[in-house]
């Protein structure tokens, strides 16, 4: 699957920080994990964390999927609202959810600690018109019930105190922003230093056989790895093996600006996003970048996607001036990516029954870091035969 245009801004940035060799000789390891973005790289650290001999393969070079195309925006919410959520999966279930999202923030806070472009920042959730103000209001209820560190903010104090001509906003204390692409590469340097990790990029796997002791996956390069167990950390690549209608897949937009010399009319540089569907996001950059996306649609033609770009970011240069009127800003990078959601928000994580000895971590939705990061610690637990109690919020059968 071709999951992004050319050019994604951190892999321009960036470049080539680390190349891994490809598999050339069959080889056996406790756990298989495939996919080399910033999902199987989390899933790595908790698994060597755990004293777990791993193998991590990707058939790209590592971190050139879809964590290049990632705008790192962390959050704890999920594309489905709260109240909403509490309505389709029960009160629990949808307030721990959000929970787990402040959880993970919190520990790729400590992972990531001060480097990776990695900051603590506030998020503004944005009323997109008057209309959207009463289910914004209802959503800031149902947020406050559950415990969440959020504030009301009115259409007076986003103009005054933030440069922001909209009605009303949710003011979260926690979020935080991060480059995906270097994170990836640092968390899978931690592993393969602590000698618990091999890396091999450059090696699709055309198919897995199970035995009963394990599986053994047959690569394109004519070798195979033995694993007690396989973890897919493949993302949206991972459709063809589950059921229909799990996920639906569409495309999404981003441009990254030239730096900025004078950030100080952004308060806080917060986390912008706005309510409703194909929403506009934003943030800054540790080199003092502006990155704006969204403009979702149903393409999934690659070239029709590609052919969409300019026009897109254009329209993202249009709306993002309705949040800031007066800035000055110059586009420098646009690309475009693959985006999936679930019927409820919410990731799939944990077994899939049809697929023994496979654990999944599928972060599906807007906030695919945070979900992975809560994914590592399950599926390690559900690996090591310990019950996570959470795991039934993101089961397959639900």
């Known amino acids: 699957m071709d999951l992004r245009s050319d050019l994604p801004f951190w892999t321009v940035k960036n470049g080539l920080l680390r190349t891994y060799p490809p598999l050339k000789n069959g080889i056996g390891t406790g756990a298989l994990i495939v996919g080399g973005g910033i999902t199987g790289a989390l899933m790595a650290h908790r698994l060597v964390s755990a004293g777990v001999d791993c193998v991590v393969l990707d058939r790209r070079d590592i971190g050139h999927g879809s964590t290049s195309a990632s705008t790192g925006l962390l959050q704890y919410e999920i594309d489905t609202p709260l109240h909403e959520l509490e309505q389709t999966r029960g009160r629990d279930h949808a307030r721990r959810a959000y929970q787990l999202g402040v959880e993970a923030i919190e520990e790729l806070s400590d992972l990531a600690a001060g480097t990776c472009g990695f900051a603590r920042r506030p998020s503004l959730l944005l009323a997109r018109s008057p209309r959207a103000v009463p289910k914004l209001r209802r959503e800031f209820d149902s947020r406050c019930a559950a415990g969440l560190a959020v504030e009301w903010v009115t259409r007076n104090e986003l103009t005054r105190h933030y440069g922001i001509p909209r009605e009303a906003a949710i003011r979260s204390a926690v979020a935080a922003e991060c480059d995906p692409y270097r994170l990836t590469h640092q968390l899978l340097d931690f592993c393969v230093s602590r000698g618990g990790c091999r890396v091999f990029d450059r090696t699709g796997v055309l198919g897995y056989e199970l035995s009963r002791t394990g599986i053994r996956a047959a690569t394109a390069r004519g070798v195979s790895v033995r694993a007690r167990a396989v973890f897919f950390a493949t993302g949206y690549e991972t459709k063809p093996i589950l059921p229909g209608g799990l996920v639906k897949l569409s495309s999404t937009y981003a441009l990254v600006t030239e730096?900025?010399?004078?950030?100080?009319?952004?308060?806080?540089?917060?986390?912008?996003?706005?309510?409703?569907?194909?929403?506009?996001?934003?943030?800054?950059?540790?080199?003092?970048?502006?990155?704006?996306?969204?403009?979702?649609?149903?393409?999934?033609?690659?070239?029709?996607?590609?052919?969409?770009?300019?026009?897109?970011?254009?329209?993202?240069?249009?709306?993002?001036?309705?949040?800031?009127?007066?800035?000055?800003?110059?586009?420098?990078?646009?690309?475009?990516?693959?985006?999936?959601?679930?019927?409820?928000?919410?990731?799939?994580?944990?077994?899939?029954?049809?697929?023994?000895?496979?654990?999944?971590?599928?972060?599906?939705?807007?906030?695919?870091?945070?979900?992975?990061?809560?994914?590592?610690?399950?599926?390690?637990?559900?690996?090591?035969?310990?019950?996570?109690?959470?795991?039934?919020?993101?089961?397959?059968?639900?």
Not at 308 to 334: C, D, G, N, S, W
Not at 339 to 349: H, K, P, S, V
């Open 259 to 398: 730096p900025v010399p004078d950030l100080d009319w952004w308060r806080g540089r917060s986390l912008l996003w706005e309510t409703g569907k194909a929403y506009l996001y934003s943030r800054t950059t540790s080199d003092r970048r502006i990155l704006v996306g969204g403009e979702d649609d149903d393409t999934l033609d690659p070239a029709r996607r590609d052919a969409r770009v300019p026009r897109k970011a254009k329209r993202l240069m249009e709306r993002f001036r309705t949040v800031f009127p007066r800035a000055r800003i110059e586009p420098a990078f646009e690309w475009a990516g693959t985006f999936g959601a679930t019927r409820d928000g919410l990731a799939y994580i944990g077994k899939y029954e049809p697929f023994p000895r496979g654990y999944f971590a599928l972060g599906f939705g807007g906030n695919g870091i945070t979900f992975s990061t809560t994914a590592a610690r399950i599926l390690t637990n559900l690996f090591l035969g310990k019950k996570d109690p959470d795991a039934e919020i993101y089961r397959f059968a639900r």
